[in-house]
């Protein structure tokens, strides 16, 4: 059961609405044997020759590798993957680093469109040897295609049924808008909500947005209280070009004015406000200062690669004593040809009479290889020394090929459960082969790949020798001829 004091771990999932990213891979390596100090260069890649293959490749194993001032080393856990096909993580292990246990697990199901409808997650319960099911949560979706509710529930252990407990309710206007979130707890015999944050819109006859007002809800009064207010200034186009924003001040109950953006100019925009598809291109920044408003900072900002999350950032900051502006700020995101490796780098100065340095640089390296991901490499600058560190490394191993070329939507169904005699086994196992199996994979518990047959449909039992095994539960994974994934655990005694 999910009680009060838990309530910071389920509302976390709420707000940042987990959904486990897809397309990972790796090799497998120590990281204790990397260099102290690694070179770093924008062009230190893969050729993009490689990223080519007829097959997907997805992770089994996830190590990751943190820097702590002399060496790459290893971090406390690990994961394991496991997939129904390339678009649906079925399973997820954490395991420990150091002693190969099992800590936590999340499994996931999925609707007809790969949408991720169910995750489930268990800890490792190091008494009874054995999963112990923590909580679930369960997502619903709009006609937008937008995550509407997810709803957390407990486990009753006594009677094995599911419980409510904590609920997360979003209401979009579009596929990018929000305009309303709340979470309830469910108390028998009801849901009370136990924070809300509501968008409300004024909209010209157009139909663009001149008005904006932000409501929380007062869990004491059971009502919707004033938070933040803006009005906008509109082009032609509906954007605008100038927002003054506001905030309620409960105290002298009354409007008190915050900040204000002028000359704002657009790249692009997409109808709201705030909307994060809004390009901007240029915008001055004003301060309510008691009486006055006072001009304190412009930026520019440009696209040089279209179809990438490119940009470049020009800030200035007004000197009040010279009555100049002055460039204080220049920052850099930079994405590569194939979208996956990235660039951050900020640069700043304090006043009119310093020069620019680098306050802050992180970039990350992909490298790929026939279009699996082996590693995810981060270095950041380190402004004391003035020279690149390594900050962390993910490395992704034992993959699991999916063929790919008669559309996987198709060959690749959902896993369907395996039949192995015997089960738990010491010296060998038998598969009935009712499916036409064209390839039988054994794994350990940490995804590596023990014995592989191929070629194994015209065989009515397949025979597999597991003497050479050490005692331990693997998983059996088989593809059928029509590209259909089975699976089941093997205990080897």
């Known amino acids: 059961m999910i009680k009060n004091k838990y309530w910071a771990i389920p509302i976390f ?55 702590n001032g002399v060496e790459l080393e290893i971090n406390p856990v690990y994961h394991l993957l496991f997939y129904n096909n390339p678009d649906e993580m079925s399973t997820l292990i954490t395991m420990d680093s150091n002693t190969n246990d099992s800590l936590l697990m999340a499994t996931y199901e999925y609707d007809e469109q790969s949408m991720l409808t169910d995750q489930v997650f268990y800890i490792y319960d190091t008494v009874f040897m054995g999963w112990k099911t923590d909580y679930k949560a369960i997502l619903t979706y709009d006609g937008f295609g937008c995550v509407n509710r997810i709803l957390l529930q407990g486990l009753n252990t006594q009677t094995g049924i599911w419980h409510d407990s904590i609920a997360r309710l979003d209401t979009y206007v579009d596929t990018n808008e929000i305009i309303l979130t709340i979470i309830k707890e469910y108390i028998s015999p009801k849901w009370d909500t136990i924070w809300a944050h509501h968008w409300d819109y004024h909209y010209t006859p157009e139909g663009y947005v001149d008005l904006q007002n932000n409501y929380l809800w007062n869990t004491d009064t059971k009502e919707w209280v004033d938070d933040v207010q803006a009005f906008f200034l509109l082009n032609d186009d509906g954007s605008w070009y100038e927002s003054e924003w506001q905030r309620w001040d409960q105290p002298t109950q009354e409007w008190i004015n915050t900040q204000k953006y002028t000359d704002v100019e657009w790249e692009a925009y997409n109808k709201y406000p705030n909307n994060y598809k809004n390009l901007t291109k240029h915008r001055v920044f004003q301060w309510w200062v008691g009486d006055e408003w006072y001009t304190y900072l412009k930026d520019d900002w440009e696209y040089p690669s279209p ?114 005699i015997p089960n738990p086994a010491t010296n060998s196992i038998e598969i009935i082969n009712e499916h036409q199996f064209e390839k039988i994979s054994v794994f350990d518990g940490n995804g590596r790949l023990m014995t592989q047959l191929e070629k194994q449909e015209n065989i009515p039992k397949i025979k597999i020798d597991i003497s050479k095994l050490p005692r331990g539960t693997y998983i059996v994974r088989a593809i059928s001829s029509k590209k259909h994934v089975y699976s089941e655990k093997l205990m080897v005694n």
């Open 307 to 420: 179809g990438l999350d490119d940009r470049i950032i020009h800030a200035y900051a007004w000197d009040g004593p010279s009555s100049e502006w002055y460039k204080n700020h220049y920052y850099i995101s930079r994405h590569y040809p194939d979208n996956r490796k990235r660039r951050y780098t900020d640069s700043l100065r304090n006043s009119i009479h310093e020069e620019m340095k680098l306050n802050y640089d992180d970039s990350c390296r992909w490298f790929f290889y026939k279009g699996a991901l082996e590693e995810m490499f981060r270095v950041n600058y380190d402004t004391a020394q003035a020279e690149w560190i390594p900050a962390a490394k993910l490395l992704y191993s034992d993959f699991t090929p999916f063929v790919d070329d008669t559309g996987l939507d198709e060959t690749l169904q959902k896993s369907h459960d395996l039949k192995i």
């Open 13 to 67: 999932i709420l707000l940042s609405l987990p959904i486990f990213p897809q397309g990972l891979n790796s090799n497998s390596g120590n990281g204790r044997q990397l260099l102290t100090k690694q070179p770093f260069s924008l062009k230190d890649y893969k050729s993009l020759g490689e990223t080519i293959s007829d097959t997907i490749w997805l992770p089994q194993r996830q190590d990751i590798y943190l820097w």
